[in-house]
């Protein structure tokens, strides 16, 4: 009986720490094997959550905001409106991050794209996403 338990109690505690480290590290799979082979596996980054939502007509300087999910940090992430590039603030709330940013106050009476890109070592885990916001007088 003290046999099993103990084989319960330590398939419980891997089990427990596998998940614990997968979630820590946004899904990405360890080094190791794949580690300079060029292709490393990954979770392909999301981009959701976009704030105001496609098509809202905002005011200039206007701030916006979504969540992106399987990053390591938010250096990886470039923002721009209509080509400008905008400062960002990220918030790691696990698993996600909250990244919030202003509209460049010189955008008016324009549609302009916010357009994120996910920057990685590998192509299998770059991303691009975005959407358009009308900005008033």
């Known amino acids: ?27 990405h799979i360890g080094g190791g094997r794949n580690a300079g ?18 098509m809202a007509e905002v005011a ?5 905001s979504f969540v992106v999910f399987n990053i390591d940090k938010p250096e990886q992430l470039a923002v721009t409106a209509k080509k400008l590039p905008v400062d960002i603030a ?9 990244v919030t940013g202003k509209l460049p106050d010189s955008l008016r ?14 192509n299998n885990c770059e991303a691009e996403s975005g959407w358009l916001v009308k900005i008033a007088e």
């Not at 099993?4 to 820590?24: C, G, K, M, P, S």
């Open 37 to 54: 082979a060029g292709g490393g596996n990954c979770s392909k980054p999301k981009l959701e959550k976009f704030l105001p939502p496609n």
């Open 90 to 98: 990220a918030e790691f709330k696990d698993p996600f991050y909250l």
């Open 60 to 64: 200039p300087g206007s701030e916006f």
């Open 109 to 122: 009476n324009t549609v302009a794209r916010i357009n994120i890109k996910v920057n990685a070592k590998s």
């Open 1 to 27: 009986m003290k046999k099993i338990l103990i084989t319960l109690l330590f398939t419980f505690l891997a089990f427990n720490y596998t998940v614990n480290a997968t979630e820590h590290h946004s899904g």
